[in-house]
């Protein structure tokens, strides 16, 4: 049987894509879901769509307060997601958040 190298390569490609997000917790998962579109990957913030970077020194309590019941404040409005994330779930993405910031 030829071995076609395409396919191959291209299972192995969707393997090694696959892997990072199962290792992750389930705040991982969360936040490139739901989050990571205006936040981005590494938590610098959407520029085009002038979300700000997470401020470095912010306390847990606060995040945790920013994510239940958003912010309206500023030009971008961040959701609220109370009722739409559990605490548990709320909890658990603002520790990756937490492991995003340098
Ligand atoms: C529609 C775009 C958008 C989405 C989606 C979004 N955010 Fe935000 N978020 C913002 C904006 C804009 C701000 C800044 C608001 C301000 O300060 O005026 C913000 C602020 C925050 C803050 C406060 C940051 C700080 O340093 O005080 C946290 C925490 C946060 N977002 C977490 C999340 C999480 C977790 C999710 C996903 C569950 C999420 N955001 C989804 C736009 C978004």
């Known amino acids: 049987m030829k071995v076609n190298f395409v396919t191959i390569a291209a299972s192995l490609l969707a393997v090694s894509m696959a892997m990072p997000v199962l290792a992750q917790s389930s705040g991982a998962t969360i936040y490139k879901g739901k989050c990571q579109m205006c936040h981005m990957a590494d ?3 959407n520029k085009a769509m002038k979300v700000p970077a997470f401020s470095a020194a912010a306390p847990e309590a606060k995040l945790i307060a920013a994510v ?8 971008v409005k961040m ?20 492991t995003l910031k340098k």
């Open 43 to 45: 938590g610098t913030g």
């Open 68 to 75: 239940k019941n958003g912010i309206s404040t500023g030009p």
């Open 79 to 98: 959701p609220a997601y109370a009722g739409k994330l559990t605490d548990a779930d709320i909890t658990s993405v603002v520790a990756y958040i937490k």
